[in-house]
């Protein structure tokens, strides 16, 4: 089986001027290479293609693939996750991860919330606030927490993250608004522990590999995950993989709220506990990072016994069922 694989390599677009920030979400070499050695070894024959661009003349010129591993983020505008999947499904090429309308809704923070909300999965009470008028009309109870509406790897949130007044409030909101020229997610805080589920499979198929506490270091900046955190994670954040009724309590959340958005093949959910200890939907990352060692989803899997090598066997597995190959 002929496997194609779309990413957005970091270094391609900070050569072209783009900023550390900017491309926080983009892989490494080493990414892109554990993924591909992992394929192999799973006997497929590969083909680095890389990002959009590179997408759009490959299939202009002919080629085509049995399937395409895609892990790529994209770069400009809220449905930027939605281009690569959109494009192979006007060839019918069948693809890993989820399609173009999941990756769309989910980035979404606002949508997001209001569907795993009507499917009776809890999260906090939130606002999305489109410009500097709406934040008069944030009705909601202090303290508060913001964010880019369509971010991710903790861009936008620092420990200013946490508001307790109106002033900072509109200052905040602001700042973020002006910065990243998207809409901003205002949600009452949670001030418990903080964790993050991965999830390997589609619909009723899928099922939970482990949850992971995310515990900040005294060297960590305070209050969340924020990027800075998430970046520098060596130093200032512990993980610890949840068990008994914790973990029955995040996965119970995750799995519904995967479910209802329609996420397929591998992904995580973000869990946050109010002050009685009680979990809450926070958001979901259905493109979840593969870095074997520093993202998310490999950590949880590896704490978990399942091997990066099993866990990319497994979402290609999924992904071929889905497509009856």
Known sequence: MTVGLTYDLRTDWLSQGY????????????TVAAVDAA???????????????????????????????????????????????????????????????????????????????????????????????????VALRYPLFAKPIAEGTGKGITPHSR???????????????????????????????????AIVGTGQKAEVVGTMEVILLETAESHAYTYVNKEYCEDRVRYELANGSVAEGCSRIALQAWRALGGRDAGRVDIRMDAKGN???????????????????????TMAGVT??????????????????
């Open 308 to 325: 990066f090598q099993q866990l990319i066997g497994r979402i290609l597995g999924s992904a071929r069922e889905r497509a009856g190959i």
């Open 279 to 301: 979990p809450s939907f926070m958001e979901v990352n259905p493109l979840a990072g593969l870095h074997p060692e520093h993202s998310d989803l490999p950590i949880i899997c």
């Open 19 to 30: 900023s550390e920030l900017e491309t926080a979400e983009f892989d490494r070499e080493e």
């Open 163 to 197: 508001i307790t007044s109106e002033k900072d409030l509109l200052e905040v909101c602001g700042k973020l608004l002006t910065t990243y020229g998207q809409p901003v997610i205002v949600e009452e805080y949670l001030p418990g522990r903080e964790f993050t589920t």
């Open 39 to 137: 394929l192999r070894a799973e006997g497929c024959t590969t083909e680095r293609i890389g990002n959009y661009r590179s997408l759009i003349t490959a299939l202009s010129a002919g080629s085509r693939w049995d399937l395409v591993f895609n892990f790529c983020e994209g770069m400009f505008g809220i449905g930027r996750e939605s281009l690569v999947p959109a494009l192979l499904d006007a060839w019918q090429i069948p693809y890993t991860f989820s399609d173009p309308v999941v990756l769309g809704v989910s980035l979404h923070k606002g949508l997001t919330k209001r569907i795993v909300r009507d499917a009776g999965v809890p999260t906090p009470d939130f606002a999305v606030v489109e410009s500097v008028n709406d934040i008069n009309d």
